[in-house]
C-alpha cells in the first residue's frame, strides 16, 4: 500500500543532512511552509542552499532558518524588504551568497529541473547586468538568454489537502511555487491542512498529482494541537 | 502651469487602457491605477503571485492571508477569477498574453530602454521580483514616473545610467508633465499637462522630443 503519510516535520526531514539544496514554496508568507522549516532548524542542518522568491519576512519561518545561520547561499528573485531584516545583516556581513534571478526565470528554471529540461533561452533579463557572462542566441531576430535548470534535493511546500498517495490541493495564491518546486526535487514533504481519504479528492481538482510528492505531514496550522503534534 | 498629481498620473494612464485589457498594475505608484479604471470597462488585473481578477483591498477583518498581491498585501478575488502556480503566471507574460503593464522607473532612455529595479549603489540589496519579465513580456509597456529627479535632472535620458531592466521595452510614458511615446523615429509627445509650452517641457526633458 502507497502512504506517504508521516506523523511529524521533524521525522519527514530526518535525512536532510548539511550542505543540500532545499527549496522552500511561499511567497512572502503565503504559502510558507513554515512548520516545516521550524522542523529544518531543529534537525539543524548547516550549509544549506536555499531557493525561494524571497529571503525570509520578520521573524517567521525562512527568516529564522536564516538568523540561525543555516544558509550559505540563497536563490532568489527578491530579497530586499521592509521586514528581511535577518537576510540583510547576513549579506551586509557578507555571511551569504546570493545568486539573484528575476522571478520568471527563477519559476521557469524549477520548472525546467521537474521537467527534463537541460537547458532554455529566455527573453527575459538579456542586456542587463543579470545575464552578463551567459550565453545568448538571436532567434527570429529576438534576443534570447541561455538559462539552466534548478535542482534540489529536497522541496518543502505548504499544499491545502492531500490523500495518502500525495495528491495536492492548494489555498488561492498560496499555490505560488509549490507545484513547480515538487516536480523539482528528489524529495519533496508537503505540509497539509487536512488529510483525506484516498478517493475524496476530485481528481479534476487534484493540482499537483502524487507522483510529485513524496512526504505529507498534516499541520493545522489554525489548531495548537495539530501543531504541538507536528512538532512532537 | 500645474503638474500631475499622483492621482491624477494614474488617472491618465486609466484613461488608456482599454476595455477587455488583461492588466498587471506594478508594485507602488501603478497600483494607484486600480482606482482609476473606468467603472463601465471590464478590464483583467494580473498579480504574478498567481491571480487573473484581483479584487480591490478586503474590508478590514476581512483578509486573508492565503490571498494576497505581488506587493504582499491582502487583496480579493472578483467573480471569474482563477488561480495558478508561478510558472504559468510568467508564461502569461513571457509568452506575450498580457497586454498592459504598468510599471514605475528611475530612468528612461530614448529608446525606450528602461531602468527600474536598481540603483547599482554598492551598498544597495538588489532585489529584481518580476520586472524584467514585465519589461519584456506585457505587449504594452507603460511607465508611470516623476518627470525629473528631486534635484530637477530628467528623467528621461539619452542612456540610462542606472542598470538596465529591459532594452528597448517601454512603449509609453506617463509622466507629471507629459505623455510621452517612444516609436521608432524617437519620443513623440502626445499630451501634456494643461498651462505647459512645448518648448518648457522640451527644457525639462533630457531627450528632443517630437511633437
Redesign the interface.
Known sequence: MIDKRVATAEAALADVTDGMTIMIGGFGAAGQPAELIDALIRRGARDLTIVNNNAGNADFGLALLLKERRVRKIVCSFPRQVDSWHFDKLYKEKAIELELVPQGNLAERIRAAGSGIGAFFTPTGYGTQLAEGKETREIDGRHYVLEYPIHADFALIKADRADRWGNLTYRKTARNFGPIMAAAARCTVAQVRRFEPLGAIDPEAVVTPGIFVQRIVEIDVADPKSRAQAEA | MKKYSRDEMAARVARDIPEGSYVNLGIGLPTLVANHLPKDREIILH?????LGMGPAPQPGEE?????NAG?QPVT?LPGAS?????D??AM??GGHLDFCVLGAFQVSATG?LANW?TGAP?A?????????LA??AKNVYVMMEHTTKSGESKIVPKCTY?????GCVSRIFTDLAVIDVTPAGLALVDMVEGLSFEDLQRVTGVPLRR
Do not use: Q
Request: charged share 20%.
Open positions: 498579480t504574478e503571485n498567481g491571480l486573508d492571508p492565503d490571498l494576497m504582499k478575488e488561480f495558478f502556480h508561478h510558472a503566471s510568467f507574460m513571457r530602454d536598481h551598498d540589496i538588489p532585489a529584481v521580483g518580476g520586472a524584467m519579465d519584456i513580456g542598470p538596465l531592466t529591459g532594452v
